[in-house]
C-alpha cells in the first residue's frame, strides 16, 4: 500500500504579523477529519471563528437570552401599551442589564447580535406591537428583488434582521417562572459585582490594630539595633586609638629631658 501524503497545515496570521507570530493559530487537518472532513466549510468555519466574522452561508442566529427578552417586551407591549413604564423598564433596564451582567461576550459577532435585539426591541417601544410585522415585509421585498444587487454577505445580514424580528412577530414560549429566574439571576450577579467593588477599597485601606503594633515593634528592634552598632563601632574606635596613646606615653617617658 502506497503511503498517503502528509496533510497540510494551516497557519492563520493578520496582516502585518510574521509566520511565526501566528504559529498559535496552527490547525492541522487531522483535526478537520476528525469534524466532518477537510472540506471547504469546515476550513472557512474555522477561518471564521478565528476572525471573529460571520461567514456566509451560515449567518442566522439567535441568542436564547434574548429571545426571552424579546417575548417578554411583546407580552408587555400586547398587555399594557408600548408606552408603559413596565415595557420601557425591561427594555431599558432589564434588557441593558443583561449584556453586561448575564450575557458578557467579547465577540465582535455577538456583540452586533445583542444590539439588533436591543435597537428592534426601542423600536416596538417606540413604534407599537406592529412595527415588527412591517419590517419583516420591508426586508422580505428587499431579498426577493432581483434588481437589488446584493451580495451573499448583504443577503444574510439582511436575512440575519428578519430573523430577529420574527423573534418579537413569534416569541418563545415563556412562563412566570422563567421570567422570576431570570430577574433572580439577573438581580443575584448585581449583588456579587456590587459586593466585590465594594470590599475591594475596603481590604486595601482597612488595616487591624495588631498590623500597627507589629509595625511599631519592628520600629523600635531596627532602632535598637541601630544603637547597639553604633555603640560597638564607638568602642571599637576607642579600643584602637588606646594603643597609640599608650605607645605615645612610653616614648615620652624613654627620651631625655631637654
Known amino acids: 500500500e502506497s503511503e ?13 504579523e510574521s509566520f511565526e507570530s501566528g504559529r498559535g493559530l496552527q490547525l492541522e487537518a487531522a ?19 478565528w476572525l471573529q466574522r460571520p461567514k456566509v452561508g451560515a449567518f442566522v442566529y439567535s441568542l436564547g437570552t434574548y429571545d426571552l427578552i424579546a417575548a417578554q417586551t ?6 399594557y401599551g408600548n408606552d408603559s413604564w413596565r415595557a420601557r423598564a425591561w427594555v431599558k433596564v432589564v434588557g441593558r442589564s443583561t449584556k453586561y451582567l448575564i450575557h458578557p461576550t467579547v465577540s465582535e459577532f455577538e ?27 420591508r426586508l422580505e421585498r428587499m431579498l426577493n428583488n432581483e434588481d437589488n444587487k446584493l451580495s451573499d454577505l448583504q443577503r444574510e445580514e439582511l436575512s440575519q434582521k428578519v430573523y430577529i ?21 439577573l438581580a443575584l450577579n448585581a449583588f456579587s459585582i456590587t459586593m466585590v ?17 507589629e ?14 552598632i553604633a555603640e560597638e563601632e564607638t568602642s571599637a574606635i576607642l579600643k584602637k586609638d588606646e594603643p597609640e596613646e599608650e605607645s605615645m606615653a612610653l616614648e615620652a617617658e624613654a627620651s631625655p629631658d631637654v
Open 74 to 79: 411583546m407580552k408587555f407591549v400586547d398587555i
Open 197 to 213: 467593588l465594594l470590599l475591594i477599597p475596603f481590604l486595601l485601606l482597612s488595616r487591624g490594630p495588631e498590623e500597627y503594633e
Open 165 to 185: 424580528w420574527k423573534k418579537f412577530v413569534e416569541p418563545i414560549e415563556i412562563t412566570s417562572s422563567m421570567v422570576y429566574q431570570f430577574l433572580g439571576r
Open 215 to 228: 509595625e511599631g515593634e519592628m520600629a523600635e528592634e531596627r532602632d535598637g539595633d541601630g544603637e547597639e
Open 4 to 16: 498517503l501524503p502528509p496533510l497540510p497545515a494551516y497557519v492563520l496570521f493578520h496582516q502585518g
Open 111 to 137: 456583540s452586533n447580535l445583542v444590539e439588533q435585539y436591543l435597537k428592534s426591541a426601542n423600536q416596538v417601544l417606540e413604534k407599537g406591537a406592529l412595527h415588527p410585522h412591517g419590517q419583516i415585509e
Open 31 to 49: 483535526m478537520l477529519v476528525e469534524e466532518g472532513g477537510l472540506t471547504a466549510d469546515t476550513v472557512s468555519s474555522w477561518v471564521s471563528q
